[in-house]
C-alpha cells in the first residue's frame, strides 16, 4: 500500500471529525495513470491524511458460448484513496484519487455517479496512460479538465498536448505541481471554473428555449 | 501519437451483488453523510456498534469503510440494516440537479468560494 495513505488502526485521531451540521458531500475524481501523483495531489489539498479503502466487484462471466457451462464469476478487489476539504459549515468536498487503467472501469461508475467533474492528471512523458480515461470521461458525458504534472520531462507546447489526447476544445488544460498544495488548489478552481461556465450556460439555455 | 477512434462497444461485463439485493443500499453514495441516532447496545454486531461509534458526528460512507478496514459494498449492506433499524439518519449529496447532470450554478459558486479561502501552506 502507498505509504502517503492510511487506513484503519486507531488514525481516527487524525481525522479531525466533520462538524455537526455537515450535510451535503460533493464529489470530485482525480484520475490518471499509474504514479502520475494522484495520491501527492488529493493530499496536498485534504484537510485529513489520506484514507485508502477498497470496493469489490464481482463480475459474472462474460461470452459464454456453451450453455452446460457454469457461468464463471469472478471478484476484483480495486483499492482508492480520497481525502476530503470542508467548504463551509455544510459543504464537504471529497476527492478520489482513482486509477485510469482499462481494467478499474468498474470502479468509475461508482465513483462518477454524481460526481462534480474530474481532474485528468497527465504526465506528459506518458500522455498514451490517459487515454482511456479520456474515452470514459467523454463517453459518460462527465466534465473534465487536463491537468499536465511537471515530473521536468520534455516540454511540450499545450497545443501538442491538445492534439495527442484529442481534446474538445473547451477543455481547459493547466500545469501543475501535485505537490503544492497551492499548485493542486488551482486546479480544482480551474476544473469549478469550467463547471460553473458550463452549468450557467446550461441554465441558460434551458431559459431561453422555454 | 494520438488518441484512438473512441471504442464505442457497450460493455459487456456487469456487476452482480451476491447474496442480498442492492435495494435499499443503494440509497448509500460513497459521500453521503451518515449520522448515528442511538448509541451502541450490549451485545450488537461489532461492525454495527463501531459505525454507531465513529457516526456520532457526520461520516461519509466511504470515510465508514476505510475505518472498518471493509469493502464499500459490505458497508453499504451494514449501512442499510441500520438505517432500517432507525439507528442512523443518511444526509445524502445535493448537487442542484440529477444526477450525472451538470451541478447547479450556485452550488458551485459556493464550492469555489470555499476552495478560494483555502490557504496556499497549511
Ligand atoms: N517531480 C515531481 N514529482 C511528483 C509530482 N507529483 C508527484 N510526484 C512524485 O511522483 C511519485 C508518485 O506520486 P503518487 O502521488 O504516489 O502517484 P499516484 O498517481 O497516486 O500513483 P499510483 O496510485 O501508484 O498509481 C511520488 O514519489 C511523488 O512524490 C510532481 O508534480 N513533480
Ligand atoms: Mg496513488
Redesign the pocket.
Known sequence: M?S?TSHRNGETDARPPLGSKAANGLKIVVV????????????SVSDIRPLNTEETMTRAGEGIDDPSQVEEKTTTTIAF?FGRISLDATTVLYLF?A?GQERFWFLWDSLFRGTLGAVV?VDTRRLADSWYAIDRLEQRGTPFIVAR????GPRHSETQVREALDLSEGVPVVE?????RGSSRDVLVALVDHLYTLASSAAEARRSST | MRRPGRDDDPDRLYTVTGGRSRSGSDTFDLVTLVVSESEPVAGMQSEYAEILRICRSPTAVVEVASLLGLPVSIVRILLADLHAQGRITARHPRTGESADELPDPEILKQVLVGLRNLTPER
Open positions: 502507498d502517503a490518471g495513470g499509474f504514479g502520475v501523483g494522484k495520491t501527492t495531489m488529493v493530499k484513496d484519487g486509477p492528471l504534472n511537471d515530473f521536468g501543475c505541481d501535485a505537490r503544492s
